[in-house]
């Protein structure tokens, strides 16, 4: 019986290589399945803890007729501000104004859009606003579209979540018709 050796090295090459090269192949996939698992993970526990902060920041102006104790809301304002720094680099594109666009939606109707910049103990420097129920309402429902894009970005695949987008609290306001910056001074009432 003859023995084809040449034929025999053939295929033990081939399959050596095949399974090589197979082997190679599953575990560039995996690896990337786990950065992607991964970065799905990271973006979901950002969204969870932005999204917990933003319902805090709402609940607070809810109250803003009754809760005028301007400690309560620095420490809500300062972490929701915190939590969108720490976020940013995270964030889209189209999200990252968010911090900014919160700040104006809470200036416009308590006037502690700052608070993070007071000095510590200074909690009297800047008293509250009076309190104004439509630009209130208007940073509540503000508070909502943010949370919901919020949501979309948590919730979406990796290839959407780049594309979610909300408009800042100025383009907003005129969108919805709300009030057009540079209107009448009867409009901000």
Known sequence: MEMD?????????GSTFAASVGAYLSARFGS???????A???RRS???LLIERLADLKALLRSAEHTRDVSVWRATIEATYDAFDDARH???PRLRHVKRSLRYAIGEATALSFVDHWRSGDDDSDGMADYNYRWTTYAIDFVDVVTDSIRRWRDSDARVADKVKVPDFDAWLRETE????GGSATDRK
């Open 40 to 42: 799905n993970e990271l």
């Open 178 to 181: 709300r009030y057009v910056p």
């Open 5 to 13: 050796y040449p034929g025999m090295l053939t295929t033990v090459i």
């Open 32 to 38: 990337r399945q786990r950065e992607r698992a991964e």
């Open 90 to 92: 995270r964030l889209p």
């Open 46 to 48: 950002t969204a969870n």
